[in-house]
């Protein structure tokens, strides 16, 4: 049973260029959750997923930053027109249902913005 | 503050030895989870608890939870090289599936 799948492992962008992060949950999860990671620090809540809904994006940014989870295929955090400071460890957890505590973390995906 | 504070931040201990590290919290609870991250990795979920369980144990790792101090422990026994990582803990405490975590403790095991 595959884990999480997170693709890129590491991506480099220069500032203003588009980064466009995948992640492919487990067999069998419907949720998918974002967290970003700054250098040093713990993760920080950005959005939860399920199947073709936002649930929560409290922790996103207002601006440049978009998440989708289509029916078919990987969820994907959109970052438009990065900036420096947008370099981060960005991971993807899953988990079967809204009543299951336990997420799990995908490997992650490295941004550095030159 | 973040919720979810580990103390110590650094540990460097020697192989064999026990670790302790804590963590706290502000706000009333679900559950509070325990995860290590090795360096430049994803993070492995290691143990949960509830918020009406006192203690857990799961092989050489053990956690407390006293809901009272809002705080939490976890102890590795018998520490080896590979319990070195970074262990973050980390709250449901918004009660809607995003997890709120601590900066981490970073141990160090010496062999």
């Known amino acids: 049973n595959a884990g999480v799948m997170q693709n890129p492992r590491h991506l480099v962008r220069r500032r203003g260029q588009e980064a466009r992060l995948r992640c492919s949950p487990m067999?069998?999860?419907?949720?998918v959750y974002w967290y970003r990671q700054l250098p040093e620090e713990g993760l920080k809540f950005m959005v939860y997923?399920?199947?073709?809904?936002?649930?929560?994006e409290s922790g996103m940014p207002k601006e440049r930053f978009s998440a989708e989870f289509p029916k078919e295929g990987p969820s994907i955090l959109r970052i438009q027109q990065v900036v420096r400071g947008d370099s981060a460890a960005y991971f993807c957890?899953?988990?079967?249902?809204?009543?299951?505590?336990?997420?799990?973390f995908g490997p992650g995906t490295r941004l550095t913005v030159l | 503050s973040q919720q979810g504070e580990e103390d110590p931040q650094a540990l460097s201990i020697q192989e064999g030895e026990n670790a302790t590290m804590n963590c706290s919290y502000k706000?009333?609870?679900?559950?509070l989870q325990w995860y290590r991250q090795n360096s430049g990795r994803g993070l492995v979920h290691l143990i949960l608890?509830?918020?009406?369980?006192r203690e857990k144990h799961s092989g050489r790792l053990r956690v407390t939870l006293d809901t009272s101090k809002k705080s939490s422990s976890l102890l590795i026994t018998a520490s080896r090289a590979a319990d070195t990582a970074s262990y973050f803990c980390a709250t449901d405490y918004y009660g809607n599936n995003r997890l709120a975590f601590g900066k981490g403790n970073q141990v160090v095991v010496i062999p």
């Open positions: 706000t009333s609870i679900n559950n």
């Open positions: 957890a899953s988990s079967p249902g809204t009543r299951t505590d336990t997420q799990y």
């Open positions: 997923l399920q199947k073709e809904n936002i649930i929560d």
């Open positions: 608890i509830r918020s009406n369980e």
């Open positions: 067999k069998g999860h419907s949720h």
